[in-house]
């Protein structure tokens, strides 16, 4: 990528626990956060986070796994798209600035891949996230070769959502990131086990989520859940989807029903649902691991494969896991049936021992 005036390269490898690059992007509807991990000569990897997360309290949990490394750092750069203002030491965005709608925010990650020059690219996110790279995958077909939905959502909201929402909105706009506000997120994206320390030492993920909320800006936490309490309805379109989609929800996740819901109107040909019990929203902070088995046979599906023990990378310079026409495997092969999954269809359910 050539050098440009639209972004700042700021190098924060001792910042964070997987080294990288976070770039600030000009788009035309504002500056966003891109954390850049990996070789850029690999295929892309794009994340984007919940509400008031940002990439490092929504993924580290996944990406610090080293059999996830073995399998996503090796084959992808992963791409960290952070909501607007949602990045370490974000300035309040100005109120002259215009709000954005779930469209704009799309928009802004297609510009995103104009910046860097990408041309098609594997999606995470989550919840709000989810729901984000969906509708980009809607606009942009041409630009997604797959998903990876975390506890998403594809409706408009209820009348219950919307007023709930209202009622954060009006805590951040008068109190801040105030204790009653902090205590309504962690029920957004933990299971009430976890929450109520159950389990010991799993608490300290509660405790780190709650440190890296302390330093949201909460009028930036406001304009985007704006955004996200006037989305529309992406039921109708969902079965225009053209890329092959991987759905993983707690089954504590308050958004369970309406993952499941999207599933069943992607239809089993491309849409692969992992319930993972025991767990809220955050499946990727939660219990990172159920993840792995499930998204390595996704991956194989486009050619992908976990490295190999021993395998180092100065063989040839080159990506021995890109995906190419002649090493995809057959569509049929991701369906339930394929994966070996002899439940429910399009539902794979992963049993997580809890210590």
């Known amino acids: 990528m050539g050098e440009s005036s639209d972004s ?7 910042m964070v626990p997987f080294g990288g690059k976070e770039f600030l992007v000009k788009t035309s509807r504002g500056s966003l956060s891109v954390f850049v991990s990996g070789d850029q000569e690999k295929p892309a990897l794009i994340t984007y986070p919940d509400v008031a997360l940002n990439y490092m309290s929504c993924f580290q949990g996944l990406f610090v796994c080293p059999d996830a490394a073995s399998l996503l750092l ?13 990045e370490l030491g974000a300035n309040v965005i100005s109120s002259d600035a215009p709000l954005l709608s779930v469209d ?5 990650v297609a510009e995103v891949l104009d910046f860097f020059g990408l041309k098609r690219v594997l999606c995470l996110g989550v919840t709000a996230g989810a729901y984000i790279l969906t509708l980009f ?23 219950t959502e919307w007023l709930y929402n209202k009622v954060l909105m009006n805590l951040l706009y008068f109190y801040g990131m105030c204790g009653v506000l902090k205590e309504c997120l962690l029920q957004r994206y933990f299971s009430k086990e976890l929450r ?5 030492a799993e608490s ?11 330093e ?13 309490n006037k989305r529309h309805d ?12 991987l759905i993983f929800v707690g089954e504590s996740s308050p958004f369970h029903p309406e993952s499941v819901h999207m599933s069943t109107k992607i239809g089993r040909k491309n849409c692969t649902l992992v319930e993972v019990k025991a767990c809220g929203s955050l499946v990727t902070e939660e219990h990172p691991l159920a993840m792995l088995v499930p998204m390595e046979f996704f991956l194989m599906g486009f050619g992908f494969q976990r490295q190999p023990p021993f395998a180092t990378s100065s063989s040839n310079g080159s990506n021995p896991s890109s995906p190419s026409s002649h090493s995809c495997i057959a569509p049929e092969l991701l369906s339930p049936e394929g994966l070996g999954i002899k439940l429910k269809p399009i539902k794979t359910r992963v049993d997580i021992e809890m210590r």
């Open 196 to 200: 109520s320390g159950v389990h010991g």
């Open 104 to 108: 704009d925010l799309a928009d802004q």
């Open 204 to 214: 300290e993920i509660i405790q780190a989520c709650l440190k890296l909320l302390d």
């Open 234 to 245: 992406l039921t109708d379109d969902l079965k225009k989807l053209q890329c092959k989609t």
């Open 8 to 14: 700042v390269s700021i190098d924060i490898d001792d």
């Open 137 to 159: 995958a809607m606009k942009y077909t041409e630009r997604v070769l797959g998903l990876i939905l975390v506890s998403p959502i594809c409706k408009a909201p209820t009348w």
């Open 216 to 228: 949201r800006q909460s009028m930036n936490v406001m304009r985007l859940l704006q955004a996200i």
């Open 74 to 86: 090796h084959n992808f750069c992963i791409y960290h798209i952070d909501a607007p203002g949602h």
